[in-house]
């Protein structure tokens, strides 16, 4: 049986997406299913839950540089999101639901031009009391 890490590298091949954006796109999803299976509220996810917490994540990690990044990974818009998730279930990896398809993601809004800035500029004040680093 094919590891995960040479799974993902497999799939990068066949499908242009990076081996570290299935990855993150996996264990995003992962996560989210949990936290939702625990509170009860079922492991159903609509797409707009997947994307916003995919493109925040992202804008977290990778701050200013989190549109490159994107682009170099080929997940740019929600649209290619939804394509990177078909992949994962053509792989076995994810399950759509019933209702679910990669439509929905292209149903999305793309990201506004200014994705990720702007960023939000501490004031003053915090920035004064900042220490630095030994």
Known sequence: ??????LLLRLQDESGFRAEALELVL???RRLSL?????GAGVHLEATQVS???????RERFGPLSREVLSDWGIESPSRLGEAISTLADAGLLAWGEDDSPEDYEALPD????WPHPLETPSFRETARWEPLR
């Open 1 to 6: 049986m094919e590891d995960l890490g040479s």
């Open 35 to 39: 936290q939702h299976g625990i509170g």
């Open 27 to 29: 264990n995003l999803i």
């Open 111 to 114: 990201l506004p031009p200014c």
């Open 52 to 58: 916003g917490n995919f493109f925040s994540t992202c």
